[in-house]
């Protein structure tokens, strides 16, 4: 496995050993023993979500506010998505810059986004399935967001040839001007 750090303090792209055959392909997606002297070790991860969308669908931009805020571990097991952060933390030398990149299920690369942030991610492939770690349980009352668009994130996000789906609830979330901030 190997470590690297983003643009954004304290998020990190993790690429996984794969071993590959004409069986098929192997990886550990997690292993807590690889993460001991790492800056990945001080999580402890207690709920894991899956969700499948069809190209188009833009789920995002999310994040927990107060004592339920999540860090996420997040990976796409088939096809491809862009992938946002975007860091909420006043006190963060890159508060309110964001990061984006290419995952896909074939390089398998996973992304991890400290508590703090903003997360959200676009399909490009005619479907994809994504799982996420979180290191708190989720509660609705503390759910809250930023709306895709925000002139003010600077966020370049690809052309698809076709239109974006939003659930409505993602068509309603605030501005990062307005939105909650850590």
């Known amino acids: 496995m190997n470590i690297k750090e983003t643009p954004l303090k304290d998020a990190y792209i993790i690429e996984p050993r794969v071993f590959e055959d004409e069986r098929g392909y192997f990886f550990e997606s997690y292993n807590e023993n690889n993460l001991k002297n790492t800056p990945l070790e001080e999580y402890n991860w207690v709920q894991e979500n899956e969700s499948q969308s069809v190209k188009g669908v ?44 290419v995952l896909s299920g074939l390089d398998k690369n996973q992304f991890l986004i400290p508590r703090g942030f903003a997360h959200g991610f676009l399909v490009l492939s005619e479907k994809a399935t994504f799982s996420y770690k979180c290191d708190n349980f989720y509660s609705p009352e503390h759910d809250s ?38």
């Open 58 to 101: 833009l789920r995002g931009l999310h994040f927990q506010k107060g004592p339920y805020s999540q860090a996420k571990w997040v990976r796409v097991i088939e096809g491809e998505v862009f992938d946002v952060a975007v860091d909420l933390r006043r006190s963060s030398p890159t508060f309110g810059q964001s990061f984006g990149l």
């Open 145 to 182: 967001g930023i709306i895709y668009n925000d002139d003010s994130l600077n966020i370049n996000w690809p052309e698809i040839n076709s239109e974006i789906i939003l659930s409505n609830k993602d068509a309603q979330l605030s501005t990062f001007k307005d939105a909650f901030k850590f």
